[in-house]
DNA sequence: GTAGCCTTGATG
DNA sequence: CATCAAGGCTAC
């Protein structure tokens, strides 16, 4: 039985989608071989041609590869289509180093992400590591030659937050922290300190190997205290700058999850912990990350870092501090880059250069793109280097984009919530120097902060909406009560980066299409592009690849259009009257109305303002996507019990998430729902329209292939669409 | 574009 | 009138 017949597909397709998902077995640079060449090499591909020749001699290739037989397509496709997760992070810049360290530590993609982060990865750099393992602690070491780190690891075990301490140690922490010890930010911060302290003496005298545990401890209990009081100093803006900065950028604890620091909190280095969270019969395990400001080696990452691992019990953790605190807030380093603060500036206590970033940033709606992974660690004499992180950051530290005024009014009294609250609390001059750590503050994603972002937000703020669920959920204790996010659907969301046009060639995202034939022509390759995108990213979906391969295939004959026409509604959602097909192109009913497709438009249009009026976050985004691609009722599959049941599982999945993050939505998860019909019917148009204006030299890649099959399947009343 | 300083104007 | 959080100005 041939291929076609079997499958019910085209040979070329096939193959075409076969590529896709061997390519990156085939290849060492997977991303670059994987998709077809949009302007990349203009000697080879001409804009009209798609990469129609590079497309055939990969097919060609793969071809001879498995020797065109249906049965080695078949396998390599099953083969490619299970291929785990863990390709992600080969597409985005990490060292394979760190990767294997990584990957050894935990498989989950969430401690990958989080191990990423933690350490500021790059393959930037040139300074040697020096190494230290004391322990065999769940941290893991990394020898990275291209790392501009030092790591140390530590792990004082067993410590416990008693009434009493236990000892030397733990009384000469308490003994030198000005905050109060019942905390664990107090703890880390201290202990912290203590080795950034013990470190760098460490470098300065070059020690570095034979050294055991109960050395450095003891160490670091000669060391003076000057560095813990930097960050817990609550009276002094100006020693706070005169003395070696330490800023800890993320607490990891011991399932690898990040704890993340209060959104509203300047002071960026205390947290709540719930006094559930932990006990002393199981004491949990932090990681933290350090930086010495004043050790700066590479502007754009981790100048100075350790890893240490700090395990104790956090059952006596009470609540800490009072982000709106005036003396607290001043006192404080620049939550986004550790400056010192200036003022109340949009919601946070920022600096003076942060504040004014963050008016330029909004003001002049700049938009900023990351070079590299989006998670550069910014500090005072980086900042310049990457505004796009730097702009997320202020985001996630709680800068109000409400605060900056449309109108441009120059003083009085702001009045948007953030303000006003800071205000109220605001304490009395004479009273200052008196008043204590106060109230537990909003944890970063509190439910009530996040709806209200939702409910007023624009998309950067349901964007910030999703990073903030994306985070909590890794600290989410019993008692913290923040929605958790459905583990499914957190899945879903890492594997977004696969569909991300970052990797695009940026000319070909320049070059304007002038006329309809030149917007046309832009529009198919785009739309090839992201086919293939759909296919590697469908490929990694949990759960879909313990379906069978040709059950994969049909799933994705059946919705690719639905599932591009969706993407367009989200990447639509705050512009209304236009769908953006691009970062770069936009396209108005009135244009679409002069290039014959008016009704398409117009229907994405109506989609898009629903979900914009819906709230529609990227969480329900990306499950609607995979509502779209799991459907059981496509014909001709083999194991539609099997895709019904992934169905069920994230529709509930979904359910729990509307239900428990919009709960005054209350029909929010069937109104998302609705909108799928009319996107089928969109699909349906938009295909139709296509279909009748394909030019007959159109070039015959995954898209044409697609269209055709879809075109042959309505006409001869084949049982696959396709 | 950045960041430090200045001006403005509502508020208590 | 003092405070302070906005926007504006301007040297770099």
Redesign the pocket.
């Known amino acids: 039985m041939s291929v076609h017949s079997e499958l019910g597909i085209s040979p070329a397709l096939l193959q075409a989608i076969a590529q896709t998902l061997t390519s990156s077995a085939l290849t060492t640079s997977s991303r670059d071989s994987a998709l077809p060449t949009i302007a990349k090499d203009k000697s080879q591909a001409a804009p009209h041609s798609l990469g129609s020749h590079q497309l055939k001699d990969r097919i060609e290739a793969s071809m001879s590869l498995n020797k065109s037989s249906a049965g080695g397509v078949i396998s390599h496709l099953l083969q490619n289509l299970n291929e785990p997760v863990a390709s992600l992070i080969t597409q985005s810049n990490v060292s394979s180093h760190a990767i294997q360290s990584l990957a050894s530590t935990e498989n989950s993609s969430i401690m990958s992400q989080a191990g990423l982060s933690l350490l500021g990865l790059s393959s930037s750099g040139a300074t040697t590591t020096s190494g230290l393992n004391l322990t065999n602690t769940s941290v893991k070491h990394f020898t990275q030659p291209s790392m501009v780190m030092s790591n140390d690891e530590i792990t004082i075990t067993n410590f416990l937050l008693k009434d009493e301490p236990s000892d030397d140690l733990e009384q000469s922490i308490l003994q030198q922290s000005s905050q109060p010890m019942n905390t664990v930010s107090s703890v880390l911060t201290a202990f912290a300190s203590q080795h950034m302290k013990e470190s760098l003496t460490k470098k300065t005298h070059k020690q570095s190997h034979g050294v055991s545990a109960s050395q450095l401890q003891q160490q670091s209990l000669d060391c003076s205290a000057d560095i813990i009081s930097t960050n817990n100093d609550s009276d002094g803006a100006n020693e706070a700058r005169s003395q070696p900065q330490i800023i800890i950028y993320r607490y990891i604890n011991s399932n690898g999850q990040e704890v993340v620091l209060p959104a509203s909190s300047p002071q960026g280095n205390d947290f709540v912990v719930s006094e559930s969270e932990g006990s002393s019969d199981t004491p949990t395990t932090y990681k933290v990350l350090l930086q010495s400001a004043d050790d700066v080696r590479d502007s754009n990452h981790v100048p100075y870092s350790s890893n240490v691992t700090y395990t104790f019990s956090s059952s006596n953790a009470a609540p800490v501090t009072d982000s709106q605190n ?1 003396v607290d807030g001043m006192s404080r380093p620049c939550p986004v ?1 550790g ?2 603060v ?6 946070i ?1 920022t ?14 709606k ?1 938009t900023f793109v990351c070079p590299k992974a989006s998670d550069c660690i910014i500090n ?1 004499l980086n ?2 280097k990457c ?1 796009a992180c ?1 702009f997320k950051q202020c985001l996630v530290m709680g800068m ?1 984009l409400e ?14 919530d ?2 006003v609250t ?2 109220k609390n ?1 304490v009395p ?1 004479f009273d200052k120097k008196l008043k204590r750590v106060g109230n537990r503050i909003p944890l970063l994603g509190d439910v009530s902060d996040q709806s209200q972002d939702a409910r007023e937000g624009t998309k950067s703020h349901r964007h910030l909406v999703a990073i903030l669920n994306h985070d909590t959920h890794r600290q989410t204790s019993p008692n913290c009560g923040t929605p958790q996010i459905p583990e499914l659907l957190r899945d879903i969301m890492n594997l977004e980066p696969l569909l991300s046009d970052d990797d695009l060639p940026a000319e070909s995202l320049m070059e304007a299409p002038f006329h309809e034939q030149a917007l046309y022509s832009y529009m198919m390759q785009l739309a090839e592009l992201r086919l293939y995108k759909l296919v590697r990213w469908a490929r990694n979906l949990p759960q879909f690849g313990a379906i069978s391969t040709d059950d994969q295939i049909l799933l994705l004959q059946n919705c690719w259009s639905e599932l591009i026409a969706l993407s367009l509604c989200w990447r639509s959602i705050d512009t209304p009257n236009q769908i953006s097909i691009s970062t770069t192109h936009h396209i108005t009913a009135e244009w679409a109305q002069h290039l014959g497709f008016e009704d398409v438009v117009v229907r994405l249009l109506n989609i898009a303002e629903k979900f914009r009026k819906l709230y529609m976050d990227q969480f329900e985004y990306v499950a609607l996507k995979v509502l779209l691609l799991i459907t059981p009722d496509v014909k001709g599959l083999k194991e539609p019990r099997k895709i019904r049941d992934f169905q069920e599982k994230l529709t509930e999945a979904l359910l729990a998430y509307t239900t428990s993050h919009y709960p005054h939505m209350k029909d929010k998860f069937g109104q998302l729902l609705l909108r799928l019909p009319e996107l089928s019917r969109i699909s349906f148009l938009s295909k139709d329209i296509l279909i009748k204006s394909l030019p007959p030299s159109l070039p015959c890649g995954l898209l044409v292939e697609l269209l055709k099959g879809d075109n042959k399947g309505e006409g001869d009343g084949s049982s696959l669409s396709l």
């Open positions: 005036t880059c400056d010192k200036s003022g109340y500036h949009y919601g206590f600096c003076e250069s942060c504040k004014g970033f963050f008016k330029r940033t909004v003001q002049n700049k005072s900042r310049k505004p730097r109000k605060a900056i005024r449309q109108d441009r009014t120059r003083g009085g009294r702001s009045s948007y953030g303000c800071h205000l605001r001059t």
